[in-house]
């Protein structure tokens, strides 16, 4: 009788042994922390799907990221073409066709904000070309927006300079998208007309002598 316990108790011990064991054996399998390990449905875990910039031997250059079809632009892009070059400055000045053409009606307080940030501190917040690191003599020649420092810019030459840059002013086309860049010009299209002391008629303030623009109102 005795013995049979004992018997027993030693069949209980070993199995609960080799269970736990087991249980150790297939868990510590799992080195890669990067795999769920054991798994009861793999296709719950193993995504078939790619990593984002994997490699892979899918595609001829071994990359998971693919360039878009030829031709093609993402939806919402704007493609700007006109050169990097002083030939491409001067189109712009006189090639109005990137202009959205709600240019003259959007509200220029939206750029507001957004001038304030990103060229206020150059520019000034009126457009009088004397921002804070001009007041303390970091950077020269920042001009003000009136029409008597700069005649002729247009909507369109200020998009090209907003996206190359221009003498000491770098390019600003990697830290504003499309919209945002064309709320901050139509900002600085009405600080360029109060700098003017003319009316904020929108666009046609653009290269208008004070005067010529005072008479057609009348
Ligand atoms: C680091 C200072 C700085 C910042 C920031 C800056 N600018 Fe300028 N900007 C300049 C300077 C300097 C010039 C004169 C460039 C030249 O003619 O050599 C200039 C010129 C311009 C001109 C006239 C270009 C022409 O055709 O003569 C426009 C328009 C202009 N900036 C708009 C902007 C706008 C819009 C922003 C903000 C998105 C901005 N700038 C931010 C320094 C700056």
Known sequence: MRNSIAMKMSTVIRNTIAVTALAIGVTSCNNDKSTPGYTYMDDMY?????????QTDLFENGMEARLPAEGTIPRGYHPYEVPNTAEGYARS????????????????????????????????????????????????????????RLPDITPASAYHVVMYGKGVMGSHASQINYEERWKIIRYVWMLRAEQSGIPDIGESVANEAPEAVVADEE
């Open 93 to 148: 000045k006189s090639d109005n066709s990137v202009v959205p053409a709600n240019f003259a009606s959007m509200d220029p307080a939206e750029g507001e904000e957004l001038y304030n940030i990103f060229c206020a501190h150059c520019h000034g917040t009126k457009g009088d070309g004397n921002g804070v690191l001009v007041e303390n003599e970091k950077i020269l020649g920042v001009p003000g927006y009136d029409n008597t």
């Open 46 to 54: 193993v995504s078939p799907s790619l990593e984002a910039y994997d």
